[in-house]
């Protein structure tokens, strides 16, 4: 069950670019479903400033901005109160790494209450209380509540969101138990990434997640094409489709020294065909890997 492209995982490398992104899905949440209230509109539009700021790695415009954010909400809650503004709040206090204040921020949230339509606001809110809960030391407690929102959740964002941090978790439990308690964590994961992806067939992440974990079981085949579908579908971030190619090359590198000559040669006829439509340099150097 050795993999030295997957071993990432055991370095908490299977949520890569997952901060990338949350900003991404967060801010299209807040852009697409968020009424346009006039108290919430100085803080969304600096939260989402910061998130933009982000995506262009300019980290230091980003913190401004979500200092910004924080700073408009606090004065909006209080004359205008609401679950709404405290979400945004927390958000951006997470960006911050203000644990405490942002899970204050989310507990009164709760405490306001989401009118009729705001599901997705509270689902929000959920996932960013189980991050601050994350990042205290409860991952059993915060592992539930991924697990609730990929259960409850309609909305693919969301899905995706929770998704990452779920996987995250487990795969690295998983990871640490003894071989055959492993394999076995593996396959309920396996199970679960499956329903995902029955759940919604073409979101390319959901396909990312079950090519990592086949490839710990040692089904490098199963992994390739679940890696390759991911591809084709699109992923959430650079870094994670990156690291979706590496795997590629890691399961074409496996299956070369396991098939048999005659299965290797229909193996590399398909491989070459992807090679090729993909532009890349040759069989493992992607277009954008130098040598």
């Given at each position: 069950?050795?993999?030295?492209?997957?071993?990432?995982?055991?370095?908490?490398?299977?949520?890569?670019?997952?901060?990338?992104?949350?900003?991404?899905?967060?801010?299209?949440?807040?852009?697409?479903?968020?009424?346009?209230?006039?108290?919430?509109?100085?803080?969304?539009?600096?939260?989402?400033?910061?998130?933009?700021?982000?995506?262009?790695?300019?980290?230091?415009?980003?913190?401004?901005?979500?200092?910004?954010?924080?700073?408009?909400?606090?004065i909006k809650?209080?004359?205008?109160?609401?679950?709404?503004?405290?979400?945004?709040?927390?958000?951006?206090?997470?960006?911050?790494?203000?644990?405490?204040?942002?899970?204050?921020?989310?507990l009164k949230?709760?405490?306001?209450?989401?009118?009729?339509?705001?599901?997705?606001?509270?689902?929000?809110?959920?996932?960013?209380?189980?991050?601050?809960?994350?990042?205290?030391?409860?991952?059993?407690?915060?592992?539930?509540?991924?697990?609730?929102?990929?259960?409850?959740?309609?909305?693919?964002?969301?899905?995706?969101?929770?998704?990452?941090?779920?996987?995250?978790?487990?795969?690295?439990?998983?990871?640490?138990?003894?071989?055959?308690?492993?394999?076995?964590?593996?396959?309920?994961?396996?199970?679960?990434?499956?329903?995902?992806?029955?759940?919604?067939?073409?979101?390319?992440?959901?396909?990312?997640?079950?090519?990592?974990?086949?490839?710990?079981?040692?089904?490098?085949?199963?992994?390739?094409?679940?890696?390759?579908?991911?591809?084709?579908?699109?992923?959430?971030?650079?870094e994670i489709?990156?690291?979706?190619?590496?795997?590629?090359?890691?399961?074409?590198?496996?299956?070369?020294?396991?098939?048999?000559?005659?299965?290797?040669?229909?193996?590399?006829?398909?491989?070459?065909?992807?090679?090729?439509?993909?532009?890349?340099?040759?069989?493992?150097?992607?277009?954008?890997?130098?040598?």
């Amino acid at each position: 069950m050795n993999n030295p492209v997957s071993n990432n995982l055991k370095k908490n490398k299977f949520g890569k670019g997952l901060k990338f992104c949350i900003g991404i899905y967060l801010s299209l949440c807040l852009l697409i479903f968020s009424s346009c209230v006039s108290h919430l509109k100085e803080a969304k539009f600096y939260y989402d400033q910061g998130e933009g700021h982000l995506r262009l790695y300019q980290t230091e415009e980003a913190m401004a901005s979500f200092k910004k954010a924080v700073e408009e909400a606090e004065i909006k809650v209080k004359n205008h109160a609401s679950a709404q503004l405290y979400m945004v709040k927390g958000l951006s206090e997470i960006r911050l790494e203000l644990w405490e204040e942002a899970e204050r921020s989310f507990l009164k949230a709760f405490s306001l209450g989401y009118e009729k339509g705001e599901e997705w606001a509270k689902e929000l809110s959920l996932f960013g209380l189980a991050s601050t809960m994350e990042e205290f030391g409860l991952e059993d407690s915060a592992l539930k509540v991924y697990e609730g929102i990929l259960g409850r959740s309609n909305l693919t964002p969301m899905t995706v969101l929770a998704a990452q941090k779920y996987m995250d978790i487990s795969l690295k439990k998983a990871l640490q138990m003894p071989e055959p308690e492993c394999k076995k964590e593996l396959m309920k994961l396996i199970g679960k990434a499956e329903k995902l992806t029955e759940k919604d067939l073409s979101c390319g992440y959901f396909h990312y997640v079950q090519s990592q974990i086949y490839s710990h079981l040692g089904r490098y085949r199963k992994s390739f094409e679940e890696a390759v579908m991911a591809k084709e579908l699109g992923l959430p971030s650079e870094e994670i489709a990156r690291d979706n190619d590496l795997q590629i090359i890691f399961c074409y590198k496996e299956l070369k020294s396991i098939c048999s000559p005659g299965e290797w040669d229909t193996f590399q006829k398909i491989y070459s065909r992807w090679v090729k439509k993909w532009h890349w340099k040759d069989s493992v150097t992607p277009h954008w890997k130098t040598r």
